[in-house]
């Protein structure tokens, strides 16, 4: 079974601008969950979504955005970036809530605003 | 913000040995997860524990429970070189009303060859 894959696995963008990552989960999975990873903060929640509805969110501004498509897929948009937007931005896919399975981890995309 | 807290932060000790890593957590829980992350990459279940366990093993891996004092520990036992990561508890809250997880800070775990 393939791993989750997250595209592109490096960017660097300029404050202002703005950002869209994408996520594929393993096949069957429906939910998807994005985390922002920063040194100063470590791993915080942005968003999970199940059956292309966002089930929950954590405390990021609006500028943090994401959706579900029917296929699992998911995506996460960022506009106006700041430099603290800079971070390691993973997604997990699991077979039901995140919360009671495991979740399965990409690899992550190294975002560098500059 | 943080639910788990990990200690400790670092932790280095010589291949062979065990290492224990603690982690506490401030509101009820339904399950409590372990995650091992390599520098820089994502992270790799290791352990899910629900909170009527008390115990549980996985290969070199135990990991214990105690709901009475939220609090959770992961053994490392007879640790290689490759078992140099960070690891990570996360809860769910349920009574958030949310069954998302959240992390804790983690312990950076170093096994000196």
């Known amino acids: 079974k393939a791993g989750v894959t997250q595209t592109p696995r490096y960017l660097i963008k300029t404050r202002g601008q703005q950002v869209t990552l994408s996520c594929s989960p393993i096949?069957?999975?429906?939910?998807v969950s994005w985390y922002q990873q920063t040194p100063g903060q470590g791993l915080q929640f942005l968003f999970e979504y199940f059956s292309e509805t966002q089930r929950n969110k954590g405390n990021f501004p609006g500028r943090f955005s994401g959706r579900q498509f029917s296929n699992s897929r998911s995506e996460m948009n960022v506009s106006t970036l700041e430099l603290g937007d800079s971070a390691l931005y993973l997604c997990?896919?699991?077979?039901?809530?995140?919360?009671?399975?495991?979740?399965?981890f990409g690899p992550g995309t190294r975002l560098t605003v500059t | 913000s943080q639910q788990g807290e990990e200690d400790p932060q670092a932790l280095s000790i010589q291949e062979g040995e065990n290492a224990t890593m603690n982690c506490s957590y401030k509101?009820?829980?339904?399950?409590l997860q372990w995650y091992r992350q390599n520098s820089g990459r994502g992270l790799v279940h290791l352990i899910l524990?629900?909170?009527?366990?008390r115990e549980k093993h996985s290969g070199r891996l135990r990991v214990t429970l105690d709901t009475s004092k939220k609090s959770s520990s992961l053994l490392i036992t007879a640790s290689r070189a490759a078992d140099t990561a960070s690891y990570f508890c996360a809860t769910d809250n349920p009574q958030g009303g949310s069954e998302k997880l959240v992390f804790g800070k983690g312990t950076k775990l170093t096994v000196n060859p």
């Open positions: 997990a896919s699991s077979l039901w809530a995140s919360g009671s399975y495991e979740q399965y």
């Open positions: 096949s069957g999975h429906r939910s």
């Open positions: 509101t009820s829980i339904n399950n």
């Open positions: 524990i629900r909170s009527n366990e």
